[in-house]
């Protein structure tokens, strides 16, 4: 398959084409993964070392595209809550609830009633933006506004904000 610009199965996140074809690399966390079909008896996708090993019968589909999608969603499912958590006990707050969502221009947002939404986006992200983005959304259960008061919690947590915030903006959502 030609690895075009208007090639379905590519994106671009900050000039950086990700490619979901054989040989394609896709951002995860602080790393990438390449995508490596095989023929191997395997379930639909494995995520090995750095290789993502998908089963050949899937490289040669339109479906390709959402097989990743809904890995990801998956990865990210087990991942943010957990990491979230995380940071919410070490900033002494509580939240009523988490959920990993598709929003196409958020990467977070908490409700007035606790309940925190996630982009299943932020597994493409360094970790140091993506903790940036929890810290954020729970800062929110103090202060339900952007003041002064609420960017004083959040860079006391993480006191880079102001860089993670310009590098997210840069970032956009892919995909």
């Known amino acids: 398959m030609a690895d075009t610009a208007s090639d379905s ?28 079909c095989t023929d191997a008896q395997l379930r639909p996708i494995v995520l090995h070392g750095n290789r ?13 595209q959402t097989v990743l999608e809904q890995w990801f969603r998956q990865q990210a499912s087990l991942y943010l809550p957990v990491r979230l958590q995380a940071w919410a006990a070490r900033m002494g707050l509580q939240y009523q609830r988490v959920t990993i969502r598709n929003p196409k221009s958020r990467w977070g947002s908490c409700s007035s009633l606790g309940s925190i939404n996630l982009n299943w986006r932020l597994i493409w992200v360094p970790v140091c ?10 800062s929110h259960l103090r202060h339900m506004n952007h003041s002064p008061a609420f960017w004083r919690v959040v860079a006391s947590f993480v006191p880079e904000y102001q860089e993670y915030r310009r590098r997210l903006r840069h970032l956009g959502l892919p995909w």
């Open 52 to 64: 993502l090993l998908i089963a050949r019968r899937l490289c040669q589909t339109t479906e390709l």
């Open 9 to 36: 199965r590519q994106w671009e996140s900050a000039g950086e084409p990700f490619s979901a074809q054989d040989g394609g690399w896709l951002p995860f966390l602080d790393g990438r993964v390449q995508l490596c």
């Open 129 to 138: 933006l993506g903790d940036y983005v929890l810290v954020h959304e729970l």
